[in-house]
């Protein structure tokens, strides 16, 4: 029975590998646990730091401008669904506004420089 030694990546010593985790690449000495941790930090930001990247966005904004062409005649029909909800809200609003107005509050005029 050998033992299947496996070299360290941060110091270069062999070790043996724990069969749960026969693709481990550090030795279990602390210091390079600790390196191996910083290691696994920097991949996750490496696959993770999409926000960051102004490729990454670039290619996103392509996308959504792709996604938006594909979908303009939904979109369109959308806004104006909105249009007319908007129109709607706004003129109870401005109903509602001026009954406040008429009724006497100088609250709107207050905040006027
Ligand atoms: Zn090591």
């Not at 910083?38 to 996103?60: C, F, M, T, Y």
């Amino acid at each position: 029975m050998s033992i299947e030694g496996k070299k360290c990546a941060f110091c270069g010593k062999e070790f043996t590998p724990s069969k749960y985790r026969p693709n481990q690449t550090a030795c279990p000495a602390p210091e390079c646990q600790r390196q191996r941790q910083i290691q696994n930090i920097k991949e996750w930001r490496s696959k993770h730091k999409g926000d960051l990247d102004p490729d990454v966005k670039e290619a996103r904004k392509q996308k959504y401008r792709e996604w938006r062409s594909k979908h303009q005649e939904y979109l369109k029909l959308y806004k104006e669904s909105r249009r007319d909800e908007y129109r709607t809200y706004m003129r109870d609003y401005m109903k509602k506004y001026r009954k406040k107005k008429a009724g006497g509050t100088e609250e709107a005029a207050a905040g006027q420089p």
